[in-house]
């Protein structure tokens, strides 16, 4: 599951649960797998379409490594900063199923624009999972190929890269690269918080008009920070698409198989050519917002608690027993390689080399410039004034 395309083709499917309505506490959230990991073969949207999954098991067994690696990564970078390794971590912890569901959903052409907490998407693109640790380790920018993965750098400043990721799929609409099954689609990721800002609103009013490809996918964790759903909306977030022209769908964030599957319909809709649309991932965020928060300070120990009864791999651990496609034995491989992952991943990161100072000029303009070869001389006299002395 790792490198492939689940749900790509019909062989090999395992037989499907009997057909039933979604029972969830909220009739508007798209759900296929409940907290307690029973599969709901397909359930009708709000929207009125039809969602449902069609894996094979090793697929399903694909979708659980993923979850598991993901999370033990993740921890590790958040370990590696509190012994000061790194200088911030912005965990996922929690939102795993959001991630990984609709970054198994997008198809090879297709584009993403993350924000700092994409660790789960970046992972399911095939990049390495030590690239995000440099930037914050302070050695490099985060240096991958965005046109290689297709996955763009991160993005730092709140729901700037809602506009970037329009401009984009602006771009490959009038390039003609929409309207078939082999058509671009691009998704841009954000949290609650940023629905707030005036970027993503922006976004959502160039890419309703000029009808771009675009996913809007909002992975709703309940707070902004500190601040909790109640002070940015007094509506469902998915509903402000309605204001901009085009659909918006909630679905269970903490489901795998409800995030793919409403994903990847929204993706195809974009990349036939029929607009944008939104995605809230009802989610929650375990964790700290980054590691320089407390969340203690501002949420309730009942209400994490509550929330912990959904989470994503145990549902889908639940899921994988309840139907016997995985056993004892898969469950502590996949334990086990995620451990080697992370040791492995804390190794790397002690090993970097900090970079010369003077680095910081080299990729400034693609062939330099007179200004910066005059500002990189400045800076080396600077340094070499040190040389000697106890600084």
Not at 20 to 39: I, M, S, Y
Not at 188 to 204: I, L, M
Not at 247 to 267: M, S
Not at 286 to 306: N, Q
Request: aromatic share 10%; charged share 25%; with cysteine.
């Amino acid at each position: 599951m790792a490198k492939g395309d689940p749900g790509a083709g019909p062989r090999g499917r395992r037989a499907a649960p009997r057909s039933r309505k979604a029972v969830t506490g909220d009739p508007e959230l798209v759900q296929l797998l409940t907290p307690e990991g029973a599969r709901i073969d397909s359930v009708t949207g709000p929207d009125g379409v039809e969602y449902r999954v069609d894996f094979t098991d090793e697929e399903y067994r694909g979708l659980y490594r993923d979850l598991v690696l993901v999370r033990k990564l993740d921890a590790e970078a958040t370990a590696l900063q509190r012994q000061g390794e790194l200088g911030i971590w912005a965990s996922l912890l929690g939102q795993e199923a959001a991630q990984v569901g609709s970054g198994r959903a997008l198809r090879t052409q297709d584009m993403a624009f993350p924000t700092y907490r994409e660790h789960g998407v970046l992972y399911c693109r095939g990049i390495d999972p030590i690239m995000p640790l440099g930037l914050f380790r302070g050695v490099d920018q985060g240096g991958w190929d965005p046109n290689e993965f297709k996955f763009n750098m991160y993005t730092i400043v709140i729901g700037a890269q809602t506009l970037h990721a329009t401009g984009y799929a602006m771009g490959v609409a009038m390039d003609g690269k929409t309207g078939t099954d082999d058509g671009e689609a691009v998704i841009a990721y954000f949290g609650d918080g940023a629905t707030s800002q005036g970027d993503v609103n922006e976004s959502f009013v160039w890419a309703g008009v000029f009808n771009a490809p675009l996913v809007f996918f909002c992975q709703n964790n309940q707070y902004a920070i500190s601040e909790p759903l109640e002070r940015q909306t007094r509506i469902p977030l998915y509903r402000r698409s309605a204001g901009f022209g085009f659909p918006g769908i909630r679905v269970d964030g903490n489901d795998v198989l409800a995030t793919y599957a409403v994903t990847r319909h929204a993706l195809d809709n974009a990349r036939h050519g029929q607009g944008p649309s939104l995605i809230e991932a009802y989610t929650y965020r375990m964790g700290a917002h980054t590691t320089s928060d407390d969340p203690t300070r501002y949420r309730i120990a009942s209400e994490v608690e509550a929330w912990q009864a959904k989470d994503p791999i145990a549902r889908m651990k639940a899921f994988l027993e309840r139907e016997k496609i995985a056993d004892a034995g898969f469950f502590t491989e996949i334990d086990e390689q995620a451990r080697r992952e992370a040791v492995d991943l804390r190794e790397r990161v002690l090993a970097m080399p900090n970079p010369e100072p003077t680095t910081l000029f080299d990729h400034v303009y693609p062939n330099g410039s007179p200004l910066l070869d005059e500002q990189r001389a400045q800076f080396s006299r600077y340094l070499e004034s040190f040389e000697g002395s106890a600084h």
